[in-house]
């Protein structure tokens, strides 16, 4: 952190804090109007992403009790949201300096520097909350959350398990446990497979980096396939005089993944759409990550027949019929092990996007069988 913004901070800081400690409280107009209520109602505001609502209802709190560190917390996260990093920071350290015991204020902080990307910061706030609750579920979430972002992963998952044993039931918990198992199941041995693991969902920028790097599809191929990168070879039913492959999709001029995009494109491993656009940014639902993968396969094992063999069959998916373009990818994929149908249903969820945790671990096991 610059010298200049960590001044401007705590000057901030204490100006709120000294503010607070000189303003004359409100007058409450009822049994209900207390600071507590309007922290309570703001959370629920919070939730909801209804930021302007949320900010009144812990302006009210403030008010009401100057010296308040729920509603100082509050005003802090509402910043968060807005990304407006300094202001949730000097709200969550007036917070801290209202009540140094009051654990959200630590994890509000712990957040606001991992956004500003300063783990070591980050990772302080959150070991300090653990230190005043080593028994509060959320204190082990938020300090998995601040690992997982910082890329450790063992550690992450350690402390995401031990948010559940302390607290069972914490659907957010559960979620980012699964993230961490499937993530170090995938193993990501590259910088860029590790950020993308990160990523819900994934693009088709990302799924291409995957491609090039953490599969090395390029490698596999000059290996099982050195004719495609052979200058005179043409796929069959290609005219002699064509171009070798597809040329740059137009809008990647620029991107930080456009050489892997030129790469599995030139591969014709992935298409542009019809309109010569591939969309680096376009998230990547299950219906296209199937059919990516159905190609990829095709190409390195050299088999194109993998692509219709299951057409006519009947579907094993309730929610998808046989005549989808993807049901065929679908049965190879699942047949495969590259990835799962909803459990219990069967139901395969073509819409559904994709996660990083998800694209690394079937370009772990895509990267099996070859």
Known sequence: MSTRRSLSVLWLGALLFGAAGCAVPLQSEGIGDTAAHHYALGMKFLETNELDRAQEEFERAKGLAPSFAPAWEGLGLVALARKDLPVAEANLQTAKGHDW???????????????????DRARREAEEALRLAPRNARVHLVLGQILLAAFEFTRAEA?????????PTNAD???E???????????????VGKRIALADPITRGELAALLATELGVENHLRKRRPELFDPSFRPPGEPRGAPSGPGTPADVGGHWARNAIELVARLHLMDAYPDGTFRPDEPVMRAGFATTLEQVLSVVVNDSGIKTR?????????????????????????????MEAERPSGAFRLTNPVSGPEALLAMRKLAELF
């Open 101 to 119: 015991r009051y654990v959200p204020a630590y994890l509000g902080l712990a957040r606001v520097y991992s956004a500003m990307g300063e783990p």
């Open 159 to 167: 402390s995401f398990s031990r948010a559940l044993e302390l607290e």
């Open 173 to 175: 918990a559960r979620r």
């Open 177 to 191: 446990w699964d993230r961490s198992v499937k993530i170090r199941q995938a193993a990501p041995g590259t910088m």
């Open 310 to 338: 299951y057409v006519g069959q009947q579907s094993p998916f309730p929610d998808l019929r046989s005549d989808h373009f993807a049901f065929n990818a679908a049965i190879v994929v699942t047949t495969r092990g590259l």
